[in-house]
């Protein structure tokens, strides 16, 4: 058996995070230049019917087994096995790489489990196709978040821009222009399941309120996807910042966030709004071309370097 390598791709979410989990649609998009990857090498010389992980950015070199349950490559290794009836545990060495940061809002457990479900379907001679391994992450992420609503690893798996909705499942978006975005890391890490949990918390506790802030999500995302598919940057822009009112409306937002959004609008962003689970993580801005030097410097300032752009669209 040769040595595999596979990869997948961050992501980020443009329009309605969370309430999407409530049923609402939202759009997200692919950050192709932030990946993990998941090398599989064979124990030739000594076979021990192990799987050895080793990700030296999460301090891991252990058996998988020993992995916690809700560890992304614990459950991906666990469910392709099962996925493809193989009982006797193959002897090899799965190595985990990554220029996607961990725990920031960017998909990391998503990524994580798409590229360990590739790498090891392939290692084992049975490459699985893109809907399975979608199906087999999504699995993954209800151990991790809890109650996903199954974008993140679509996106991921699938490595386009879409929008998804729970019941209707998801469709590519084509953009109707280049949208340059810029992401900067808040420097805080933060749980999406207890964010995820938190919005649930909120909506059993006072369920006329939130669910309106909830359904207002789910109708900015429907205008910023027709802005999106036609090319109207003002729309988009407009969209996001009234995303990101509401979801600080609910709670997500958070200082460190929130100063990286003055940031970037003060130097020029059109929109910036956080992305994904909130409350540390990354923000996610919308910048015009002219705008994107200086835009760019002062969130590298502001993020003490942790800031880079991506481009959806024409040039992606
Ligand atoms: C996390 O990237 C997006 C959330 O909406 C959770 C989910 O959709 O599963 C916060």
Do not use: W
């Amino acid at each position: 058996m040769p040595a595999i390598n596979q990869s997948a791709c961050g992501k980020a979410i443009l329009l309605g995070e969370h309430a999407v989990v409530h049923g609402e649609g939202a759009i997200a998009i692919p950050l192709s230049s932030r990946r993990i990857k998941v090398r599989v090498e064979p124990k030739i010389l000594t076979p021990d019917s192990k799987i050895q992980v080793i990700a030296p950015d999460l301090g891991i070199n252990q058996e998988y087994t020993d992995l916690p349950e809700q560890h992304p490559v614990f459950q991906a290794v666990r469910l392709t096995l099962i996925e493809l009836n193989i009982t006797q545990t193959p002897s090899c060495t799965l190595l985990v790489t990554s220029t996607l940061s961990f725990g920031s809002g960017l998909g990391s457990s998503a990524a994580l489990a798409v590229a360990t479900i590739r790498a090891l379907s392939e290692f084992l001679g049975h490459p699985l196709p893109t809907n399975t391994v979608n199906r087999i992450a999504y699995e993954c992420e209800t151990y991790i978040h809890g109650n996903p609503s199954g974008i993140d690893n679509t996106v991921v798996s699938n490595e386009k821009p879409l929008y998804f909705q729970k019941s209707q499942g998801f469709e590519f978006l084509s953009a109707g222009r280049a949208f340059n975005f810029i992401l900067a890391d808040s420097g805080i890490s933060k749980s999406t399941r207890e964010s995820v949990a938190s919005v649930a918390g909120q909506l059993a506790e006072s369920p006329i309120e939130v669910q309106s802030k909830l359904t207002q999500i789910g109708q900015v995302v429907e205008q910023g996807k027709q802005a999106f598919l036609n090319g109207d940057i003002m729309g988009l822009a407009a969209a996001m910042n009234q995303n990101q009112q509401l979801l600080t409306a609910i709670d997500l937002s958070c200082p460190e966030l929130d100063q990286l959004i003055k940031t970037a609008l003060e130097a020029g962003a059109l929109a910036a709004k956080l992305t994904g689970g909130g409350r540390g993580g990354h923000m996610l801005a919308l910048v015009e071309d002219s705008k994107l030097p200086l835009v760019y410097e002062s969130l590298q300032q502001a993020s003490s370097g942790r800031a880079f752009t991506t481009t959806v669209g024409n040039q992606s």
